[in-house]
């Protein structure tokens, strides 16, 4: 019996890799100082990599999740919600508060027990990002990231 590819999850999932692939072209296209295009690009390359990944395992290798079986849970949906309102919290707020404020919130989202050991070793982990982040684009790349109200 043939599956149908309207009901495979891993379809939908291809599809949203596509459509994001669509929107970093976008970005890259709108970028206008050429060293801030470095990381975009490398995530433009490493998506269409997972893009076709899944594209094999989709149509070649016929993998097939029943949708009503991949719906999405309440913490996956407010981690999206997280991500979706650190697009709008760039400008305001700065690239290194918001990335540490999007750490913090899905590290905490995807605990399963909190302790006071877990949030505090959570939050020394999210510090250690944070600071690989700056030296990395701050230091080392010399990025101009959006400041917001701290600078």
């Not at 379809?11 to 470095?38: D, H, K, N, P």
């Not at 690239?95 to 899905?106: G, P, R």
């Not at 510090?127 to 990231?145: E, H």
Request: aromatic share 14%; with cysteine; net charge positive.
């Amino acid at each position: 019996m043939k599956k149908n590819v309207w009901s495979n999850a891993e379809f939908y999932l291809l599809l949203g890799m596509l459509v994001f692939c669509a929107i970093l072209v976008w970005q890259l296209s709108i970028i206008t100082v050429s060293e801030s295009r470095i990381f975009p690009s490398v995530i433009l390359a490493v998506s269409i990599s997972a893009a076709a990944i899944q594209a094999v395992h989709v149509f070649g290798k016929g993998d097939f999740l029943d949708v009503h079986k991949a719906l999405l849970t309440g913490r996956e949906w407010l981690a999206l919600l997280v991500l979706l309102a650190s697009y709008f919290s760039y400008d305001r707020l700065g690239f290194y508060a918001t990335i540490f404020l999007v750490l913090v919130a899905i590290s905490l989202l995807v605990q399963k027990e909190f302790t006071p050991k877990t949030v505090v070793s959570t939050l020394v982990f999210d510090i250690i990002l944070l600071a690989l982040t700056y030296v990395c684009f701050g230091l080392l790349l010399k990025m101009a990231t959006p400041t917001g109200i701290f600078y």
